[in-house]
């Protein structure tokens, strides 16, 4: 029985690049990821994905444009917290990626993220995202750099 804390990640993707930021401080510090953070119990989760964004990068996306495409879920040998994460892309949106005291945001071209650079799941299920098929899966870690087991399934509809 875990307690299930909800966070979110969003990525803005174009035609040859993927959006990333690299986290400055806190969980995941000195790690590319998407943006995103905790759900607080007074929004919804599509507006803490929207409310991280800007936090996180000064950009915004109309909420029609934002798809949730993914499902992940992490949990962690010894600890009883399982961190439910929300996953979204956007190809359209306002503003310019800016750096922030939490994220320094850069484009990278799909041939080259620095997967060694990012969370060890990530190379694991990016190819659904960059293949736009829908995903779910579940990792459960020993520490926050070993995965000890781990299931990614695609799914027909979120
Ligand atoms: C354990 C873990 C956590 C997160 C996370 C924290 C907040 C939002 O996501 C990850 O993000 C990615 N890409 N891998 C992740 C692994």
Do not use: Q
């Not at 915004?60 to 444009?65: A, E, F, H, L, Q």
């Not at 962690?76 to 990626?97: K, Y």
């Not at 990530?122 to 995202?129: Q, R």
């Amino acid at each position: 029985m875990y307690i299930r804390k909800l966070y979110t990640l969003v990525f803005l993707r174009n035609d040859t690049h993927i959006l990333l930021g690299l986290k400055k401080r806190g969980f995941g510090v000195n790690k590319w990821n998407g943006f995103g953070g905790k759900v607080e119990a007074d929004e919804t989760i599509l507006d803490a994905a929207l409310r991280e964004l800007k936090e996180e990068c000064c950009v915004t996306v109309d909420r029609d444009n934002l798809k949730n495409i993914g499902h992940l879920e992490f949990t962690f040998t010894g600890e009883p917290t399982l961190m439910d994460v929300r996953v979204f892309s956007a190809t359209v949106f306002e503003g310019t990626p800016t750096e922030t005291d939490e994220m320094s945001p850069k484009w990278f071209p799909y041939t080259e993220i620095p997967f060694e650079d990012m969370w060890p799941d990530d190379v694991i299920w990016f190819p659904y995202m960059l293949k736009d098929k829908l995903f779910f899966g579940k990792f459960h870690y020993k520490g926050y750099d070993t995965i000890l087991n781990y299931n990614v399934e695609e799914l027909e509809s979120m």
